[in-house]
């Protein structure tokens, strides 16, 4: 289990790195606090279920409008609607 989750985080951070045209360490950044957080996730570390659910649920809220969320990666919650300025 422990895999496909590891497996999951990497899916989100490539993905949304790839649309975003940022590096993995600015998105370990943004979602995790932690520029290592991926590359210490492919070496073998270990992460908590708490923040395995902060991190997706990070994605989730920030997944770029329009763009597709991987579809081998459960989706933790739905993302929040954005206000118009103009409203």
Not at 1 to 17: C, D, F, K, R, V
Not at 74 to 84: A, D, F, G, I, Y
């Amino acid at each position: 289990m422990e895999t496909q989750l590891a497996n999951n985080l990497i899916s989100l951070a490539s993905a949304y790195g790839a649309l975003r045209q940022i590096g993995e360490t600015t998105v370990g950044r943004h979602c995790a606090a932690d520029g290592r957080f991926f590359s210490r996730i492919r070496e073998g570390k270990t992460f908590t279920a708490k923040k395995y659910d902060e991190v997706v649920d990070w994605f989730s809220e920030n997944w770029p409008d329009k763009s597709n969320w991987p579809a081998e990666v459960p989706r933790t919650k739905l993302p929040r609607k954005r206000v118009s300025e103009s409203a």
